[in-house]
């Protein structure tokens, strides 16, 4: 099933905005910053807003829609894309870099005793050693190993590698705001039916808590896929259609899927996903997006590497 991709090639950017809602009543619970709290704030019309999920847990939220959990695979839309896959010495599965907040650059990945994949990784990038940063280069390697990368972004922090100054910024991005908010402040207690003035410092007695949750007049999920950046990468039509495609796949995946962010911010789609730029393109559904996938990941093959495998083995162990 071909997706027409036409308005796209013509934009710089494709930016998606979905209204969310409660799945019961009117509460939720936002993501909280251990310093912070709540991001609140107000917008330039003065209206109080409310930060309810940050780029960078939407980033893992769209990474984790494209793994399957009780395989421990890609689903079978996206095999054959390239990613890097952890396992301990007995080839037991730890984690990949599709599970990886930071990626490729996973202390799991690049901090292992094995250096056989660093070294690699050192060989294919040591024509960035010196001089200004050739992001083709970057981008092909990138592509070949772990092609999410290109869309969610790395920080190739190690001195061994072009000495730490490798990045590529985010292309797909996303967040969660709220507006028109009131706080909604409610609490509770740890009940000790045993010792209700035991020493609560150990565990013991009644606990009394406080828990702060949000109402809103509007909730809305916002995504942005730079498309110049993806041409920027020069990486062919091919590979530019192929991550393209997998920006909307995980997109959609995510706004049709279980969006329990947390245990009382459980939220769901409200009304009519909208895509404010380009006029004209349309999300496609999940359907076609599964069927289009596979064909966009066939001709890229050679540019990819599939599954690389990575043995993590702990290198205070492996000294000893």
């Not at 979905?18 to 019309?45: E, N």
Request: proline share 5%.
């Amino acid at each position: 099933m071909s997706i027409d991709l036409a308005l796209l090639a013509q934009s710089q950017k494709l930016l998606i905005e979905a209204p969310l809602k409660p799945v019961q009543g009117h509460r939720f619970q936002p993501t909280g910053f251990p310093d912070l709290g709540a991001a609140t704030y107000q917008t330039g019309d003065g209206e109080d807003a409310l930060l309810v999920e940050s780029p960078q847990s939407v980033a893992n939220r769209l990474e984790a829609v494209c793994w399957d959990e009780p395989s421990q695979d890609l689903p079978p839309c996206l095999q054959g894309l390239s990613y890097i896959r952890v396992v301990g010495k007995d080839k037991t599965f730890m984690t990949s870099s599709i599970l990886e907040s930071h990626r490729i650059n996973s202390p799991y990945i690049l901090e292992s005793g094995d250096k056989t994949f660093l070294n690699r990784l050192k060989e294919a990038l040591g024509l960035l050693e010196t001089g200004p940063i050739d992001r083709g280069l970057m981008s092909k390697v990138l592509l070949q190993y772990d092609a999410s990368s290109l869309l969610h972004g790395v920080f190739l922090a190690k001195k061994e590698l072009a000495g730490g100054r490798l990045r590529i910024e985010r292309a797909l991005s996303g967040f969660i705001e709220a507006f028109g908010v009131r706080e909604a402040t409610s609490g509770g207690v740890k009940k000790d039916h045993v010792n209700p003035q035991g020493d609560t410092k150990t565990g013991f007695g009644h606990v009394p808590f406080h828990r702060r949750e949000f109402t809103a007049k509007s909730i809305t999920a916002y995504f942005n896929l730079d498309l110049g950046q993806l041409r920027g990468y020069r990486l062919g039509d091919a590979a530019t259609q192929l991550l393209t495609l997998l920006a909307l796949y995980k997109v959609r995946v995510l706004l049709d899927g279980n969006l329990r962010l947390r245990t009382a911010c459980d939220l769901e789609v409200a009304g009519d996903i909208l895509v404010k730029r380009p006029k004209g393109f349309a999300l496609p559904t999940r359907e076609q997006l599964e069927a289009a996938l596979p064909g966009a990941i066939k001709p890229c093959a050679e540019q990819m590497a599939g599954v690389t495998e990575v043995v993590f083995t702990d290198k205070k162990k492996s000294k000893k």
